[in-house]
């Protein structure tokens, strides 16, 4: 059974427009989230430490953090975040496109089971189709050398 998949540009257009309206729901929640962040990211100093493999780099991502806090988080959100944002998302509209157009001909191209009545098991299945041809297609695309 095809699956039924709207076209790129419709995508593109409902996600530029609903993504450029969402510019105050961004600042506020942002904003509101601001401790949670001072929090989560200095949390994450042993992970960043093992990504760039630097020596001290853990302790000085910390303090870095630390120094800034969740009162700069928040201010740099409301005077400078809320207003680039709709314009962020107007200038991504091409890389958007870029990136999502060979997911959303992967979908276009796949042939589903017959979905079961609801609860049947096998409707899983039908996820699980998606879930590895999009995984396929994100392989895929990073070792041709294509950023996903």
Request: aromatic share 8%; charged share 25%.
């Amino acid at each position: 059974m095809p699956l039924n998949v709207k076209p790129i540009e419709a995508s593109t257009t409902k996600w530029n427009e609903n993504a450029s309206r969402a510019a105050e729901e961004y600042a506020s929640r942002a904003e509101a989230a601001a401790d949670s962040w001072a929090k989560g990211a200095a949390g994450a100093a042993e992970s960043y430490k093992s990504a760039v493999t630097a020596t001290g780099i853990g302790d000085r991502f910390r303090r870095g953090v630390q120094k800034a806090g969740a009162s700069k988080y928040a201010r740099k959100i409301r005077e400078v975040a809320k207003d680039r944002f709709g314009p962020g998302i107007a200038a991504a509209i091409t890389d958007y496109r870029a990136g999502a157009e060979p997911y959303f001909q992967t979908l276009a191209g796949l042939s589903l089971d017959q979905r079961k009545p609801r609860g049947d098991p096998a409707n899983y299945r039908r996820v699980e189709q998606v879930g590895k041809a999009l995984n396929a297609k994100r392989l895929a695309m990073l070792g041709s050398g294509t950023s996903a």
